[in-house]
């Protein structure tokens, strides 16, 4: 196992050139392998996570709970997460890498991945250990996913998102909370009160304090369940909402960048654009343009 001495690092999709090419910094599918020897532990990611093993034997620990690793073990973890391996050497499986932004966005999905049981909060699967027919199941779906990945055919992103949700699916079908966490937690139940919120009012409400008041609880108290729940501040998460959905709008409308700005609430185009672009690196109209190249 791996000491911790200091705040274990957080990793991007970018990150990931271990062994392996990266194609793009929304998706990401390789070998567990090419990873596991080279990349720093523990450590985190700012995207959503699976681990799929074929063979091997050891130990895998998120958030300092230890699940076995052996065949047919499936892994999933949140943004987010801190997660540690010791693993035998002849392990081998496949690592999944990809935003939420690949999942809902081209889909014009208005569920949340957390809205799926294997991420949902008060029922999160860390880990689901298959056998027989389910192993085989899972195997040819994380295979296909691979195969599209690989082989770049026509329209293979599509391909690849609806393979990851049947994959999402299937598991959530399969799975129930390992080690899981008590729904009655008050924190992460403030923490779900906070999340049908959000969705229902982050167009017009984006103060912290607003959303505190409204489950009558405090700021501080708000922003603990949201790092517990989510790992992120309450105001990351609004805005992190409200970006979410400047992209989808950007992607499937043909609204204006200003048009888009008012629905979420900014009078001022050029802030919204700044906002943006503080957020994701890029301006409107860039994140727009390049909608089309990650369609092709």
């Known amino acids: 196992m791996h000491a911790v001495c200091c705040h274990p690092p957080l990793f991007r999709i970018e990150n990931f050139e271990y062994g392996s090419v990266i194609k793009s910094t929304d998706f990401h599918c390789a070998p567990v392998q ?16 699976i681990i799929w093993i074929e063979r091997g034997s050891g130990l895998h620990i998120i958030d300092s709970v230890k699940y076995d690793v052996r065949p047919g073990a499936i892994y999933f973890m949140a943004p987010g997460q801190v997660h540690d391996f010791d ?8 690592t999944i890498n990809f935003s939420s932004e690949f999942f809902a966005l081209q889909l014009q ?10 991420y949902d909060h008060d029922k999160r699967i860390q880990a689901l250990y298959t056998e027989g027919r389910d192993a085989d199941d899972i195997r040819a779906t994380v295979k296909a996913i691979r195969t599209e990945y690989e082989d770049e055919q026509f329209r293979a992103q599509d391909m690849i998102r609806s393979y990851l949700f049947i994959l999402l699916v299937k598991a959530s079908r399969l799975g129930a909370p390992a080690g899981g966490v008590d729904a009655g937690n008050r924190m992460l139940l403030l923490f779900r009160r906070f999340q049908a919120l959000l969705e229902e009012h ?11 008041r409204m489950l009558r609880t405090t700021e501080r108290a708000l922003n603990d369940a949201a790092r517990r729940g989510g790992g992120a ?8 909402r409200v970006i979410l959905e400047a992209k989808r709008l950007l992607a499937h409308s043909g609204a204006q960048v200003a048009q888009v700005g008012a629905q979420l609430g900014f009078e001022d185009p050029a802030y919204f654009s700044r906002c943006f672009k503080k957020h994701t690196g890029r301006t409107p109209v860039e994140f727009r343009n390049g909608i089309e190249r990650m369609t092709e």
């Open 233 to 240: 501040t309450t105001a990351q998460m609004i805005r992190e």
């Open 34 to 49: 090419n990873l596991m020897a080279t990349l720093p532990y523990p450590h985190r990611h700012d995207f959503f996570h």
């Open 202 to 212: 982050f167009a017009g409400v984006q103060d912290p304090a607003e959303y505190a």
């Open 109 to 118: 999905n208005k569920n949340l991945l957390s809205q799926i049981p294997v």
């Open 87 to 94: 693993l035998s050497p002849d392990t081998e499986g496949y």
